[in-house]
């Protein structure tokens, strides 16, 4: 039977030739779907893609996902009418399959058993679509999200990734619901000072790596569970690290740079390389941080916002190091290269647009003219270093407590460094009980050195041990 006679209806005009370069597939899906007795909703969630971008598969105005067509034709019992009408996908160069992982590539990982429920405030913020390109399946699609109360299923599925019990290589639901999960638990973490996500975050990456090595085992490449594995690691490390747990954070990192290599994911395997310098930076050790930084530039020179965050760490590393001249320089070329950062760059790195490729910019070089203004006692250096903190916190949104915390912990010991004592105490005072309980090594590490500059310079004045106290009396707080 012809595609022409299994849906007299759809012709596609003169001479055959078709109105849109899909039309005749879109024709023979909506034949399909209808006979079925399936919305395009219907179909949608069933595929795990959403109701629009089926809508425009059957307008014949989007080409059709070939990972789906299968899928599609096993739910609308289509006998192969689909199959054909797709040609097969070139290869991306990323995703050819070379050889399997094997079970070497999967050790043993940091964190324990974790039981408890899923945090109530995460369903606070549970969206019902992926904004486009979030997806690893779906690429610039919006994708549809399973309810919220759906989720300890699917985690429960994912956890028995092993033999016959292992959910498919690509299951839809699974994989939004794990974009949205990460999605909250990013907002949490950058929102609030609390550190309570990270035994639920280390369980779905437990359960991650057992999927995707259950994927690899059977011959099928895990890239999608190793990207979004990645993507978990670097949250797992970031939380190990506010704990001051810098051997496991580096753990997660090291996993995660190894999983996000595998699956193709170089926005990731960049992201994790700052990690390290910070981790690094927090460690005292200056020169690793520099080494780290140099790293994140090699990883590919021709995109532009690699190359700017890579010259943003050499800013630290070399203050670090008291190296003033070459701190300077590298302080310009980031400057130069954020302001010259392409559509493509952007699209890569949209948290390096506008006011938060500012915020993290000034941040940056607050801290690193602070830090050599520490070293050198330059007290023109340490005004620079101010001016820049007080345009990072003026490019701060709303509700990011920790960063804010952070940056005025930074602008009090900038004004410290430059001789400033009335202009330190006030920002200083402000946030101190906040700053000393809020449990992140970032902040603590940053009061520190706020309270030793204070105190070798003006250590006998009252005001000061006033401040020395409250610091003190707010870090002794038991921690909930």
Known sequence: MSVSEANPGGSGGAGGATAAPWAEFGQQLKHLRRRRGLTQRQLGRRVGYHHSLISRWE??????????????????????????????????????????????????????????????????????????????????????????????????LMRAACGDAAPDAAEPGLVHALVALLGGCERVAVHTTSTTLLGMAEHVLAGLAAWAGAVDAAGRSPAVQLRLAARFAQLAGRLRMHRGQGALAMAWVGHGLRWAGAGGDLGVRTTLMTDLCTLARLDGDGASSLSYAQAIGALDGRRGWITTLSHMYQVRGHAALGDGAESRRQV????????????????????????????????TVAGGLRDLAAVTGDRATARSAARSAERALGQLPDGMLPTRLLL?????????????????????GAVVEQAASAGRRTISQELEGLRSRLSATWGGLREVREFEERLRAAAEVPQV
Not at 64 to 69: D, E, M, R, Y
Not at 408 to 428: I, S
Request: hydrophobic share 40%.
């Open 332 to 363: 310009d070329l980031s400057r130069r290269g954020l302001d010259r950062l392409d559509g493509r760059d952007l699209e890569e790195a949209p948290w390096l647009a506008a006011g938060q490729g500012q915020l993290r910019m000034e941040a």
């Open 408 to 428: 005025t912990v930074r602008l009090a010991d900038c004004r410290v460094c430059a001789g400033d004592l009335d202009a330190a105490l006030e920002p200083a």
């Open 59 to 156: 307008s014949g105005t989007r080409e059709p996902a070939p990972g789906a067509v299968d899928d599609l034709e096993r739910i609308l019992e289509a006998d192969g009418v689909l199959s054909p009408l797709v040609a097969p996908p070139a290869p991306h160069p990323e995703r050819v399959r070379q050889e399997r992982l094997g079970v070497g590539f999967f050790p043993p990982l940091p964190g324990g058993a974790w039981q408890g429920p899923v945090p109530a405030p995460l369903g606070g913020i549970w969206p019902d679509l992926l904004p486009p390109g979030a997806c690893p399946l779906h690429g610039e699609d919006s994708c549809e999200v399973p309810a919220f109360g759906d989720l300890p299923v699917l985690l429960g």
